[in-house]
């Protein structure tokens, strides 16, 4: 009986290897359309995707999208469309460690490195003099306060803000509930590679899946999609590198909602209020009472984390109702 279980073992090793090194699934047409119509830029030694659409005739207005945890520039692809036939320039990027971007290992992966692309990409688009629209969801949120303390303190090289627009980030930290993976990765040390090898499709979908809501669940295909895209590059080994951001926005939190509650720049949120990361009513109460000059879109009651994805006719007018408001 004891040979029979060292054979058992001993199969299962290269059977384990063979698994966990696993090529990562051939992109979609959906995908494969998405990243031929968008290109890449060199920020420090490092590929960074991003997608540049001319849209509205007779519109000088540029806005950029600045995407979530753990996903990709995807996401605004059903909002896409009707962006462009508001803005002459509708652009969005994946952040260094998402996407179709390279996704380096070891590296320190900062909201500050991401903010940094984000005014290199305006520099290598000959942006830098024009006012740019900020539309951020998630962890985009982060980046975007980050750019705004920047442009409030005209700090060199800091992108001109004409407005932003937030959606179920976690802008306060004492109002944000990470799932429990995250916590687990984040902090986990010598664990935490170990999960990240054993991540796969199902774990991951079931994870995405409770952020959003029973009647807005994506499809199946699009599961997959925001996993392949995940795994790029093997995108499933830094993810725990990346989750660093949630102990980032603690230890920098006045520089970030003091960023928020000093601008003058046009405000606004979109909040899909079934986010079990940023609770309602506690964090929208917390959100009206720091930041009483913001205007707030509350979409309807079954939207959750991903309203641009749940509901992106609804967040798309939101949007647009706020743009066309100054």
Known sequence: MKEWW???????VPLLAVYLHIPPPRLSPALLSWKASGAFFTYKHQSIFYR???????????VILLHGFPTSSYDWSKIWEGLTQRFHRVIALDFVGFGFSDKPRPHHYSIFEQASIVERLVRHLGLHHQRINLLSHDYGDTVAQELLHRYEHNKTGSILINSLCL?????FPETYYPRFIQKVLKDGGLLSPIITRLMNFF??????????????????AEYWDMWTAVRTNDGNLVVDSILQYINQRKKH??????????????LHLIYGPLDPVNPHPEFLQ?????LPMSTVSVLDDHISH????????GFLNAYLNFINSF
Do not use: C, H
Request: net charge neutral; no cysteine; glycine share 14%.
């Open 52 to 62: 540049d659409s001319t849209g509205a005739v007779g519109s000088s207005d540029v």
């Open 253 to 266: 939190r006045d520089r970030w909602v003091g960023a928020l509650m000093s601008t003058s720049v046009p």
């Open 286 to 290: 917390l959100y009206k009472k720091v």
């Open 6 to 12: 060292v054979q058992v073992g001993l199969l299962s």
């Open 306 to 313: 991903y309203p641009q994805l749940e509901d992106p006719t």
């Open 167 to 171: 959606s179920n980030g976690g802008i």
């Open 203 to 220: 774990f991951f979908s079931r994870g995405l899946g409770a952020v959003f809501g029973p009647y807005t669940q994506p499809s199946q």
